[in-house]
Structure formats: structure tokens, C-alpha cells
């Protein structure tokens, strides 16, 4: 306790209370008291940062949000109140947008999100070499993501001579059409983003599986567990916080994906891989004078605030089975 | 101590105001010319242009400088890029000369955008000296003129020359009716098992594409005025057809449907492919920035059917209106000398060709004239001596192109309307059953409503 603390807390109470409760939410009030205890310096450390995020991101932000509300060619400005809600949610392109993107989460979600988790189980279990297999399931984060789908493209070739195509020709398939063809576009899309990102996801999953303790294994043993009962009621378990963080971030990138569609097919054949995030684009960019500037930022503000109620309902709802 | 830990985040505070308010100031005191001369910032090449062209420019602002010692020419990389172009727009630091495409010039001379310089072209006295068609893309309703047409193209025909002679074809008879076009595309296919013919599909240029072709065979987009929409017409239909035929029955399109302007390009660089439709002027790019082998190149008109015309397309010379009277007047002086002369004075023009071949640029690309054909064909005899691409291999385009009637691409959200149309192309090429009716009825329902 403080000198300053006792002089306040003294004369009027005749039991000296145990002063750790009350006294930090007077120290408060006294703006000397936080200075002397460091909270300006901790202000002052904190400036720069706060400094470069007000300018480069939340002012930004804020601006965004009111040019959803604007229509603007970046030169004059009109305040149009909520037409480019309207002019979007009444665009026919966007229902296909949203379901091209809901199918590219949901193809994510069923091939590319178990498969890094079923590798780094794989890679753990193994005795040797185990630092080369974590660099070569790496390795395709490494590569620049531009420089991975130009590759890609050149494996996609719709002749017989492509790469994926004369592997399949070995094995007695017809050459496939890939991203040529408006139904087999999308999953081509998720083959690669799936080989892109699965590296980094393993890494996280081999470093948790660090911390399963154990002792849980060899009971598991003891009690005559096989290896897949090992799995899964030891390590799925203890890895479930990981897990549930992870399906979260996937979902919200695989909502937001826009490279892939952007750099292997534009959105086409035929729109059959316009997703969302490249919709904004379109609607920034896609006239070579702007002008949509309004109707882009009011799908962002969409697009934001629906993964903002998605994250804060998927938290709530598993907030107890991933805690326990 | 803690006094002490006090006053030094003060301190910290202090200098960092200090410094913060010195670099603002001394950001805010760039630029600026002390010696009395006007500074004339003028775009010159897209960034990543090759040091020939720098050269060549560096040659040609001696001259100018030469010739007027009060102004001072600063060159700036410029490249027309919607998002760019915008963002420079609302900063204020797009150069004080620089170039639009037609197709954007009506609309930012409708918005206030572009100085007007009716005046200053009469004054230099070639005002009635433009190609009228070309003309028009820089006038507004009152007949002001907002710039000065610098060049321009018709859409051609282009081909590969070795893949005409690998399929048993002669390369100096190019095709001149679209059945021969499917003719010849079908033999190249068949024995050199590259794409006989392809088009443009992405970011666009699938719609423009698709315009030229229909305009070939008198099908337009928008009735004149730009206000209703027509795309449901014959020629966008036979187009599409046209289309559907070579590649579902003649499979002679290859297999790449996701080509735009610059992957068109390297594929028929890489001799992937026979022959496709894009700019008279391509030659310079397909060269310079794509590799290709001059040998191989071929140039030839669009076949034109039902009183087809032919698209045409380019570039205008434009001042931003914010320039001071004295920047402006250098502005036009620039603009006349750079662009113009070389259109109209015989030494200019060869010192122009002259600059340009010595520093291994391109001369001699056949181009639609923004004057009249006689003075375009006598700047010709003009730079005869420094003409270094093969004008043969280009005979096709030479000899007919004046022809096919000009016309200008969609007057309004002509942008916009091409990238309605890109699906469009896209579903045709990319499935057999494709229903070209219903896919044209759609777009013109979406074109009428962007038109309003």
C-alpha cells in the first residue's frame, strides 16, 4: 500500500479494509499517479503504432465506410444514402458470386482442411528425417503466390501435352480441361490453394501436437488402443483448440479468396469462378475511368460485417466445447 | 530516477515533433523551377519501356528545348491503367501532356476533365485537317475540341506466316471472307495441330473483340446516339456462330479460352497461333515486347460482310484544365511539335523516323491516318528511308484498308458493355450447348440498363 493510499483510506475507517481491491480503481482516477507509474511512457512506446494504424488502417476504414454511402469517381463526391446497397444486392452477377464462393469455402473445407491435419499426424509419427518432410511440406508457401499460379496455369494446359493432362494420359484418362471448362474450374482452383496453403497449416498442427503430453498415449496403450484410437481420442481432442481456430481463419480467408480467381481464369469461363472479393474488384476497377468506387466499398462493408457476425456466432457457439 | 524517466519521453516527444513537422515541410517543398524557364511535365513510356526508347526521347527533347530555351521538358512514365490513371487524376499528378484512348476521352470531357483547346487548334491551323470520324472523339456537344488526335488504328487481321506455310497455305494470300478465315483455320488445325484461329476473351477484351467481328459483319452495339442498346443482332450472332462452328465442329480454336490482349499476344509470339483480329499497330508490341519473330508476322484487313465496317481505335494528346495559361501555351507547343509536325512537316517527320530508327524503334507500322489520306500518304514518302518493319508481309492491310468504313467502338459505358460481353464469348467457347439466343438476350437486357 502506498503512502497516498493509507492518508485517503485511514481517517474514515475504523477497520483498515485489505487494500488490494479498492486501490488500483482510485490509483485511476490521478492522472500524477498514472504517470508515475508508467502509463505515459507506456502511451508513448505505444504512439508511433497507434499513429501508423489511425493512418493506414482505421482512418481508412472509417473513410471506406463512407464512401459505401458515396458515389465518387475519387474526384467529386455524392452522397447517394443507400443506393450502392441496392445497385449491388440487386446485381445479378452477385448471387453467383456468393455461390461460387460458397463453393470454393465448402470445397476448401472438405478437401483442404482435413488433409493438413491427417499430415501433420502422419509426419509425427515418423522417427526420421522428420526436419526434411516439415521443409518439403513448407516448401509451397515459400514459393510467391504469383509465381505458384503461373506454375500451375502451365500444369492446367488443356492440351494433351499439359503436364496434369499427360500424367492422366499414362493412367489411360482423357485430357482434362481444368480451368478451361466452367464446371471443372472451381475444384481446379482449390486443388491448388489446397498445395499452396497446406505447408503453413502443418507446421501449426505439428507444433501443437508438441504439447499433447505424452503420458496420454501410453495410457491409451495400456488400455489396448490402436494407432486410429489413438488419434482419435487423444490427439483430435487436444488439438481441438487448434483446430477450431484454424477452421475459423479458413473460412474467413476462403471467403475473401480473390488471387486465384483473379490470376488463373479472370472469373470465367462464363463467370463460373467470379467470387466475391473479385466482384469488388470488378466493380473498382473494371471500367478503366472507376467510377464504381461506391458500389465496391458497399461489398466490402457487406462482405466484412457478415464475417464479423459469422466469427463472433461461431465463437459463441463453440466457445464451451473448446474451453472444456 | 523517476524525474529522470519523466523528461526523457518529453524529450522524445519533442524531437519527434520536431523532425515530424521538418520532413512534412520538407516534403512539401519539392519541385519547383528557380531559373525562370516553364516547367513542362510531359508523359513519355510506360514504365519498364527499354532504354532505346528513353534514348530516342532524350534526342527528341534536346530538339525541342533547342528550339524553345524557355521551357524545360521533364519527362514522366505514363501508362493509360484505369486504376492508375484515376488515382493520378484525383491527386493532381498526372503529367501537364499526356494520352487517353478514345474510348475514354468522351467521358472525361464530359466531366470537366480535360482542357479545352479549340482555340489553340486553330491557331495552328490544322483544325480541318482531321479525319472527321477521328475528330469527333474529342469534340462535345458544342463542337469544342478537347484534344488533339495523335494516332490511331483499325482492327486487322493477324496471322502467322510460317504456321500459313506449315498447312500447305500461301502466306502472301490471306484470307479475305470469314468462310475462307474458318477455311484456313480448320487446315492449320489439322496440320500443325496449333489453334487455326482465336480471339480475345478476358478483362474486356472479349467484348471488344466480339464488336469488331460483329461490326465486320454490320452488326453494332448501340444505335447512334448511344442510348439503346442493339446487341441482339445478326452480326453479334453470326459472330458468335462463327465462333461456336470452329470450335465445337472444326475444333480449330485450340484450347486456351482465357486469352486477353497480352496473353493472345505471347501465345501467337510462342506460334501457338494462326491467325486472330487486334490493332493495325500490334506489330511494334509483338516485336518489342513479346519476342516475336519479325519472319513470321502477317498483316491482312478483317473481312467485311452486310455493310461491315471496320473498328478503329486510339489515342488522343489531352492537357489537364488546371494548367496556367503559360504552362498551357508550352503544353500546346509540345504537343504540336511531339505529336503533330511529324504528321505534317516533312522534317520533322524524318527527323522523327530518323530518332526512332537509330535507337531501333519500329517505323513504318501501318496506322489508320487522324489526317487526311492524301497528307497521310505523303508523310509516307517522308520517312521512306528509316521504314524498318516489313511492309510486305503487311500488304493485305496496306492495300485495302482505305477501303472498309471506320467506325468508332460503343459510345457509351463502352467499357462496361465489353465486360457484359466477356462471358459471353466465354460460354460460347467453353460450352457446346451454349444457347447463343438467350445468352444475347440477357446482355441486352443488361446493356439497355446501364444505358438507362
Known sequence: ?324 | MKGKTMKSPTKVIAIAAAFATVASLAACSGGGASDGKIELRVATFPPGADQAAYDAFATQEAQFEKKYPNIDIIGVEYEWEGPTFTAQLAAGSLPDVFTVPFTDAKTLLENGQLADVTEEIEKLGYADKFNPIILDAVKDADGHLFGFPRQAYALGLQYNRDLFEQAGLDPNSPPTTWDEVREYAKQIAEKTGKAGYATMTQNNTGGWQLTAQAASRGGFLQSDDGTTSTIANDGVKATLQFFHDLRWEDHSMGDNFLLDWGSINQEFAAGNIGMYTSGSDLYTALVRDFSLDPAVYGLTTIPMEDGGKVLGGGDIAVLPPSLDDATKDAAVKWVDWYYMQKLLNEDAAAADAKALADSGQAVGTPVLPVLDQATYEESLTWIEPYVNVPREQMQGFIDHIFEQTPVGEPKSHTQEIYALLDPVVQAVLTDENADIDALLAQADTDAQALLG
Open chain 1, 1 to 324: 500500500m502506498t503512502a497516498l493510499d493509507e492518508r485517503r483510506a485511514s481517517p474514515q475507517r475504523p477497520r483498515p479494509r485489505p487494500a488490494a481491491v479498492p486501490a488500483p480503481r482510485r490509483r485511476d482516477r490521478s492522472l500524477r499517479g498514472w504517470v508515475r507509474r508508467g502509463g505515459l511512457v507506456t502511451l508513448l512506446f505505444a504512439a508511433p503504432m497507434i499513429f501508423v494504424f489511425t493512418v493506414y488502417s482505421w482512418w481508412p476504414i472509417l473513410q471506406s465506410l463512407w464512401m459505401s454511402f458515396q458515389k465518387t469517381n475519387l474526384i467529386t463526391y455524392q452522397f447517394v444514402g443507400l443506393d450502392n446497397f441496392v445497385n449491388v444486392l440487386t446485381d445479378p452477377v452477385l448471387g453467383r458470386a456468393v455461390v461460387n464462393t460458397l463453393y470454393f469455402a465448402l470445397l476448401a473445407l472438405i478437401f483442404g482442411f482435413p488433409l493438413p491435419i491427417f499430415m501433420a499426424v502422419l509426419m509425427s509419427e515418423v522417427k526420421r528425417l522428420k526436419g526434411f518432410y516439415s521443409a518439403l511440406a513448407y516448401l509451397p508457401v515459400v514459393v510467391p503466390p504469383v509465381v505458384a499460379i503461373l506454375l500451375w496455369q502451365f500444369f492446367y494446359k488443356a492440351s494433351p501435352t499439359g503436364v496434369f493432362n499427360t500424367v492422366l494420359g499414362w493412367v489411360g484418362i482423357p485430357p482434362q480441361p481444368w480451368i478451361q471448362d466452367a464446371v471443372q474450374a472451381m475444384p481446379s482452383l482449390v486443388l491448388e490453394a489446397t498445395w499452396a496453403g497446406a505447408g503453413g497449416s502443418i507446421i501449426i498442427y505439428l507444433a501443437a501436437l508438441l504439447s499433447v503430453p505424452p503420458e496420454l498415449y501410453d495410457a491409451a496403450e495400456v488400455d489396448g488402443a490402436s494407432i486410429w484410437h489413438k488419434i482419435w481420442h487423444v490427439t483430435l481432442p487436444q488439438l481441438r483448440g487448434v483446430i477450431f481456430i484454424m477452421l475459423i481463419l479458413q473460412v474467413i480467408a476462403t471467403a475473401q479468396v480473390f488471387l486465384e480467381p483473379f490470376l488463373f481464369t479472370g472469373g470465367g469461363p462464363n463467370n463460373s469462378t467470379v467470387t466475391v472479393l473479385l466482384l469488388i474488384y470488378r466493380y473498382a476497377f473494371e471500367n478503366s475511368l472507376g467510377g464504381k468506387y461506391g458500389e465496391a466499398t458497399a461489398l466490402s462493408v457487406m462482405l466484412a460485417l457478415f464475417l464479423a457476425a459469422a466469427s463472433f456466432l461461431y465463437f459463441k457457439a463453440t466457445q464451451k466445447w473448446s474451453t472444456d
